[in-house]
């Protein structure tokens, strides 16, 4: 594993800040932030005055007409949503929101297994058949211009909202799009969920509620209620936690540790029952995977009718099929990845991307694999599951690499595809065309990567002394959660730290204890190294190390001490 530490600050602006620790300030300074504006709006995230108005979409206005218009005349409407927790998510925000203003409301998820992402023409034709006079997408959308302009044939109006990438041709047949994404949005272009999105139409509902005369009205205060949603779309999506963002995942997560949707309340019981303990790295690794289970395993549905459920007996009942949903995930991500694995020859030079196919493998658990594949090899991933002559995939990338804007110049080989510079899926007919494309798609992975190292690669914040840890940077580093992508949790480097104590703990001694000193100090400080067990037998007292590692709080019968958790470990070259 390759250390990159990031560029120190200069001595000029730790005198510009004398206030700030130096530090704290070298973490702003990594996140762009180096202005008094940027910091204060970082380190003081406000809702009042730091969301963007919603009616800055430039349909926004256009969206919430025909949505009154469908409410005032007890129109169909039908939420058409997608299979992720941010697709659930969203589909329960728009969902919440209507039926709070008394619509008459279905919703549609597609299964994952045989319709895939998006609109798709089985469900067009179910639309139409069950003659709905308006479809709101979520999280989905901005890639079927047919399928839209099928249901406007069919007498059918659609709003758009959504988040991924501009296609090459946008669904104009559309009633509104409401996508910070497009070119055109009249939105800053930042990276909202779908969720988001679906949050920025009930704010502009409720704002346009009290203009018109309309009979029902959502209390004040109600959408800050679905904050809990959004938050856990956004962090799911790894979405940059940064700006708008941060905001509204920041108070999110206030309000899921005091959630009223039953359903979560319910899940975080089986998971945890502690509230407190709630943070975004929670919400990533227990919360999230289990509203992604439903959707991987059997129908997202199950997720969705969770997040509405009033009856907690009921709520319970959902969330136990949620969990073995769950277990049976693991499961299956861990054969396939075996599999996987297999077709990867490691004893020589791999490519700039890897493609692997694989015959029937469940189109729910691929990205899984894929995202494993990439952070293990540092370099783009797909993964193809092969159904008769359909090739479907789900890839994901690196920093370095925007692997859907590798598959618009494959435009002519996809039957459908769409994502995220770091995600995607796609479809292609026929072997012909499948091989064509891993040709060009391994070429256009060469073009863009063949001048860069392409090993996995820890970015450190700054090195820093032992010396230099004490409570008031742990004070500091509080405000910068919650934490995620574009504002990781930081990682620090310490160098030429004298072992003075070592041993392993755990079950089969998985985990490793060391005491170090450092320059001679007396000050004896303790490391934690979960799953680095092995090193206790390359490291005798005496010896000096290099760690990188994350700064924290070991909290025990009411004791609190520092605790530096390592995340990598050399033996030191000095």
């Not at 120190?8 to 008094?36: A, M």
């Not at 395993?297 to 949620?322: D, T």
């Not at 890839?395 to 994502?419: M, V, W």
Request: hydrophobic share 40%; net charge negative.
């Amino acid at each position: 594993m390759n250390w990159k530490i990031k560029q120190k600050i200069t001595e000029d602006l730790i005198k510009k800040y004398p206030e700030i620790n130096p530090v704290i300030l070298q973490l702003l300074y990594n996140r762009g932030l180096d202005s008094q504006e940027k910091i204060n709006s970082f380190l003081n995230p406000n809702y009042d005055l730091g969301l963007h108005n919603p009616f800055l979409f430039k349909d926004m206005e256009l969206a919430v007409k025909r949505i009154f218009s469908a409410l005032s005349k007890k129109e169909k409407i039908l939420i058409y949503g997608d299979y992720d927790a941010d697709g659930v998510c969203s589909t329960a925000i728009i969902y919440s929101a209507l039926q709070g203003l008394g619509g008459d409301l279905d919703i549609y998820i597609p299964f994952r297994e045989s319709e895939g992402y998006g609109i798709n023409s089985k469900a067009v034709q179910w639309i139409i058949s069950q003659k709905f006079n308006l479809v709101i997408t979520v999280d989905c959308g901005i890639s079927n211009k047919e399928e839209i302009q099928t249901l406007k044939n069919a007498g059918i109006d659609t709003i758009i909202t959504d988040h991924h990438e501009e296609p090459l041709a946008l669904p104009d047949s559309a009633i509104a799009i409401i996508n910070p994404s497009i070119s055109n949005s009249g939105y800053p272009k930042i990276n909202l969920c779908g969720a988001g999105v679906a949050f920025k139409l009930v704010q502009a509902l409720i704002e346009w509620q009290n203009k018109i005369d309309f009979p029902i009205k959502l209390p004040i205060g109600f959408e800050k209620w679905l904050l809990d949603l959004v938050a856990i779309a956004t962090i799911g999506d790894i979405m940059p936690l940064i700006g708008e963002n941060r905001i509204l995942t920041k108070y999110g997560l206030l309000v899921l540790k005091k959630t009223r949707n039953i359903g979560l309340q319910k899940l975080i019981e089986l998971i945890n029952s502690n509230l407190e303990e709630i943070d975004s790295e929670y919400v990533g690794w227990r919360i999230v995977p289990r509203l992604n289970a439903a959707g991987r395993i059997n129908h997202a549905s199950l997720s969705f009718y969770l997040l509405k459920e009033k009856n907690p007996y009921e709520a319970k009942r959902l969330v136990s099929i949620l969990e073995e949903n769950n277990k049976s995930r693991q499961q299956t991500t861990e054969n396939i990845l075996k599999q996987a694995l297999s077709q990867i020859d490691e004893s020589k030079e791999l490519p700039y991307s890897l493609i692997i196919l694989g015959e029937n493998w469940p189109t729910g658990i691929i990205g899984l694999v894929a995202g494993r594949l990439a952070d293990k090899f540092h370099r783009p991933v797909l993964i193809f599951s092969q159904e008769e002559d359909k090739y479907i995939a789900s890839g994901r990338s690196i920093p370095e690499f925007d692997i859907t804007e590798a598959l618009q110049e494959c435009d002519d080989l996809l039957t459908k595809y769409g994502g995220h510079p770091q995600a995607c899926g796609l479809t292609i007919t026929g072997q012909d065309n499948f091989e064509k494309f891993k040709l060009k798609f391994l070429e256009l992975a060469k073009q863009k990567l063949a001048s860069i190292k392409l090993e996995p690669m820890l970015e450190i914040e700054a090195e820093l002394k032992l010396s230099e840890i004490n409570w008031e940077i742990i004070d500091e580093l509080e405000k910068f959660e919650p934490f995620g992508e574009a504002n990781p949790k930081p990682l620090f480097a310490a160098f030429g730290l004298q072992v003075e104590h070592i041993q392993t703990v755990g079950i089969d001694g998985r985990h490793l204890k060391i005491q170090v000193t450092q320059d001679g100090a007396p000050k004896i400080h303790k490391l934690i190294g979960f799953s680095f067990g092995e090193w206790c037998a390359k490291i005798n007292v005496g010896d000096k190390i290099d760690i990188v590692f994350e700064l924290g709080i070991n909290e025990w019968n009411g004791n609190r001490e520092l605790q530096l958790k390592i995340e990598d470990i050399k033996l030191s070259s000095e």
